[in-house]
Every structure is written in C-alpha cells, then in structure tokens.
C-alpha cells in the first residue's frame, strides 16, 4: 500500500495563477482532510470531507475549494494564488476507528 | 472552542536525559488526543493515542482530565528522537484535529 500520495511535491506559482492539488488514498478511507502547515502555527484545517460526496470547511477555507472526486481522490484547488497561500500542504484520510493518516507534503511558493 | 496549547516552541536535552514535551488542551467534551512527530521535512507520523495506551519508540503519554494535560514523556533520549512534535486533539464530526503549534526537540551529544 502506497497510504496517501500528493502531487506535486513542490510548485512556484505566480500571483493570480491557478493550480490543483492533488491526494488520494488507497487504504479505503471515509474520510479526508487537507491542511496547510504555517511555522509558528502548526496545522490548521482547509476543508475535509467526511465521506464520499460530502465537504465541509476548516478553520482556513478562503481562498480554497475542494472536490472528493471519489474515494480515493480529494483534490485543492487554488483559484487565484496569492503570496500568503505560501505553505505546506498536507493531505491526510482517515478511517474509523483509526488515527489520521498524512501523505507527503506539497511545497508551495507564490511569488 | 477546542484549543491545544504546546507552550515550548523549542526543547533543547543531552542524549540520555529525560523528556517532556508539553500538551494542555481545552475541550467540553470527551477527549480523544494524540501524538504525531515530523521528522526534517517529511511527512507527520502517528506517535500514539491515549485509547491505545501503547508505549512508540519509547515515548508514553497519560491523558490527565483533571489538569486536561497529555504530555509526552521519554526516560532517556535518543540523537534520533530531534523532531518537531505535535499535540493534536480530535472533535466533532469529521473527526477534524485541533493541532497545538508544535515543539521542537532537540537532542544534543
């Protein structure tokens, strides 16, 4: 099992430029999350989605939109990047009664 | 509102002491606490939960409901164990964490 994989593992964008990040999961997992990790700040969350066809926001959504393409995939899509949405970006799923489980990591920098 | 609070930003040991990383959290309802460590820029891994009571790479935890404290405890550290550590309280529906704002371990010779 490959657990949770991201794509890409580092991207520069420009300011105003739009891109999608990407997740999936092949441990059968209900649910899925994505954070961004800030230093200082530690985690905080995006959006998740608790089961297929379902998505919620976090504590930090503006900015972000989401798609639970199936229940493996859980994309991030930035709409129009701006330089305060310079971060790490983790994906993590989950599955009763289990912990989180994180993927990688996704560096982004917008210049 | 749910809060983890990690109070030292940066916990400097020799190898061989003991350890205690921090973790007080605020929640009116049942408690379910973890945690993960993240090791020079890889991913966060599970550590351990309170439910499961397991002892990880020699690292323990007691959930104290009382002092609503989890701190994270090692007898004698290891160059390996320097990492970033975080507390992490899981809550309502979504199972969503609540991350404190992390300690850095450091473990010197």
């Known amino acids: 099992n490959a657990g949770v994989t991201q794509t890409p593992k580092f991207q520069v964008l420009k300011t105003g430029q739009s891109m999608t990040l990407q997740c999936a999961q092949d441990m059968n997992h209900n649910s899925m999350y994505w954070y961004r990790q800030d230093p200082g700040m530690g985690l905080r969350l995006i959006y998740y989605s608790a089961s297929e066809g379902t998505t919620d926001k976090g504590e930090v959504p503006n900015g972000y939109n989401v798609s639970r393409l199936n229940k493996r995939e859980f994309s991030l899509r930035l709409e129009s990047a701006a330089p305060s949405q310079t971060s790490v970006y983790f994906c993590a799923s989950r599955g009763d009664p289990e912990a989180q489980y994180f993927g990688p990591g996704t560096r982004l920098l917008v210049l | 509102a749910q809060r983890v609070t990690q109070p030292e930003k940066l916990l400097s040991v020799f190898k061989g002491a003991p350890v205690e990383l921090k973790c007080n959290y605020s929640?009116?309802?049942?408690?379910?606490l973890f945690w993960y460590v993240q090791y020079s820029r890889q991913r966060l891994q599970l550590l351990l939960r309170?439910?499961s009571r397991e002892s990880i790479k020699g690292f323990t935890a007691d959930l104290n409901k009382g002092e609503t404290s989890f701190h994270l405890k090692k007898p004698f550290a290891q160059e390996e164990d320097s990492a970033m550590y975080y507390c992490a309280l899981s809550t309502g529906g979504g199972n969503k964490l609540t991350f404190g704002t992390g300690t850095q371990l450091k473990v010197e010779l």
């Open positions: 929640y009116s309802g049942s408690p379910e």
């Open positions: 309170h439910i």
